[in-house]
Structure formats: structure tokens, C-alpha cells
């Protein structure tokens, strides 16, 4: 679970940083970046079924 708190809170964090920038680049990757943290920790929040399902189940061994 700190590995999703980790994630939730670099999304945040990038989320602060598009507001607080004037330039209107800068905030759209920031953004982007923000967004895509935020998938990542919800990914992650997931239970061990991510990697099951990435080596075919029981079946791969």
C-alpha cells in the first residue's frame, strides 16, 4: 500500500505544480504526467491479479 500512497502523492504533486506555473506548456505536461501517476496508483491499488493475468494465470507455470 505505500507503493499507491507514493504514486497518489506524486500526482498531487504534479497537479500543484501545473497550477502554480504561468506557462501554458509547462501545465499541460504537467498535467498529462499528473494523470498519468494517478493511473498508475490506481493500478496499483489493485490486488495481485495484475500479475496473474500478465503470465497467463496458473497455467504459464
Known sequence: MARTADLRRKSE?????????????VRARYQIVAEQWA??????A???ARNASSRGGRRAR
Open 13 to 25: 504533486e504534479c497537479a500543484r505544480l501545473a497550477q502554480r506555473t504561468d506557462h501554458a506548456g
Open 46 to 48: 489493485k490486488p495481485a
Open 39 to 44: 493511473k498508475l496508483a490506481e493500478r496499483a
